[in-house]
């Protein structure tokens, strides 16, 4: 809803009954500071919070702040002619499952032939590093380039946020995924497990993922050029990936999305490397 700035924020953090006493108090300490200097970095700090035994250990909280109407962006006014853009790549989740995958040998075998290991390393710090993103700067820009409506990406997929959203609107409109921007080589690892989890679809999950922003045709190309503009945080980055049409208020990714590849930062692509896919041809913007 484009809000930046948040009065207070409290933490639920639940300690694992599976935990030894010496590695509660060596992990929880870091995970308490590590929540705290989030909040930091948002402008905000931890006022309290609970914490509970479980079989899991567990971290969350919840934010809250007072605005005025003028503050914040009803979800609801997409029409169409409107672009979609996205503000993290995809993937988050392929990337840590075949980080996980390096140390078991049948798993790694599955996808050997795509990805080297040193591209599954990089592909996981890109995903560690999305997800250690805050969408502050994202959410600051949707009011200064008069956004329509948006929602974060998470555990139901690009598609099934974008489903949700769609169902809001004020009018009837569909939301079209043409392109799937996702983290290097991802897309080929998933291909190789026979389209797990559903990232070529758009239904794959996300942690921390980013913003999906319903914007004027005319301001989509500037927002996504000022969130990379110098000054910003380093490696922040959009993309348009759909369009807004007349239709019955859902959602769909085409029969064939274009899929950009996102390389790590820093880190290009070896043109040669296992499953790189050959150049695609130019395509016209929206």
């Known amino acids: 809803?484009?809000?930046?700035?948040?009065?207070?924020?409290?933490?639920?953090?639940?300690?694992?009954?599976?935990?030894?006493?010496?590695e509660r108090d060596k992990v929880m300490p870091l995970i308490i500071q590590g929540f705290r200097d989030a909040a930091e970095d948002?402008?905000?700090s931890?006022?309290?919070?609970?914490?509970?035994?479980?079989?899991?250990?567990?971290?969350?909280?919840?934010?809250?702040?007072?605005?005025?109407?003028s503050e914040f962006i009803m979800p609801d006014s997409a029409v169409p002619g409107d672009v979609l853009v996205l503000t993290k790549?995809?993937?988050?989740?392929?990337?840590?499952?075949?980080?996980?995958?390096?140390?078991?040998?049948?798993?790694?075998?599955?996808?050997k032939l795509v990805v080297t290991r040193e591209e599954v390393e990089l592909a996981y710090q890109e995903a560690v590093s999305s997800m250690a993103t805050l969408n502050r700067t994202a959410a600051g820009l949707m009011r200064a380039f008069g956004a329509h409506a948006a929602t974060d990406?998470?555990?139901?997929?690009?598609?099934?946020?974008?489903?949700?959203?769609?169902?809001?609107?004020?009018?009837?409109v569909a939301f079209?995924?043409?392109?799937?921007?996702?983290?290097?080589?991802?897309?080929?690892?998933?291909?190789?497990?026979?389209?797990?989890?559903?990232?070529?679809?758009?239904?794959?999950?996300e942690t921390s993922g980013g913003l999906l922003v319903v914007l004027p045709r005319a301001q989509a190309a500037r927002f996504c050029a000022e969130l990379k503009?110098?000054?910003?945080?380093?490696?922040?980055?959009?993309?348009?990936?759909?369009?807004?049409?007349?239709?019955?208020?859902?959602?769909?990714v085409i029969d064939k999305p274009r899929l950009i590849e996102v390389p790590p930062r820093g880190a290009p692509l070896r043109p040669d490397s296992p499953g790189t896919p050959p150049p695609e041809p130019p395509r016209a913007p929206f």
């Open 42 to 44: 948002g402008g905000t």
């Open 229 to 252: 503009a110098p000054g910003r945080a380093e490696g922040l980055q959009a993309w348009i990936v759909g369009v807004v049409e007349k239709g019955p208020r859902g959602a769909r």
């Open 176 to 205: 079209v995924i043409h392109n799937l921007p996702v983290i290097a080589k991802m897309a080929a690892v998933s291909k190789a497990c026979g389209g797990r989890g559903g990232l070529l679809q758009g239904t794959a999950p």
């Open 1 to 22: 809803m484009g809000v930046t700035e948040c009065d207070n924020v409290l933490m639920l953090l639940s300690v694992s009954q599976r935990m030894t006493e010496e």
């Open 46 to 69: 931890v006022t309290g919070g609970q914490t509970v035994l479980n079989p899991w250990v567990i971290v969350g909280g919840v934010a809250t702040a007072v605005c005025q109407s």
């Open 153 to 172: 990406v998470t555990g139901f997929g690009v598609l099934g946020h974008a489903r949700a959203l769609a169902a809001q609107q004020r009018l009837d």
């Open 89 to 111: 790549p995809l993937g988050t989740h392929m990337a840590v499952t075949a980080h996980q995958w390096l140390d078991i040998p049948e798993r790694w075998n599955k996808i």
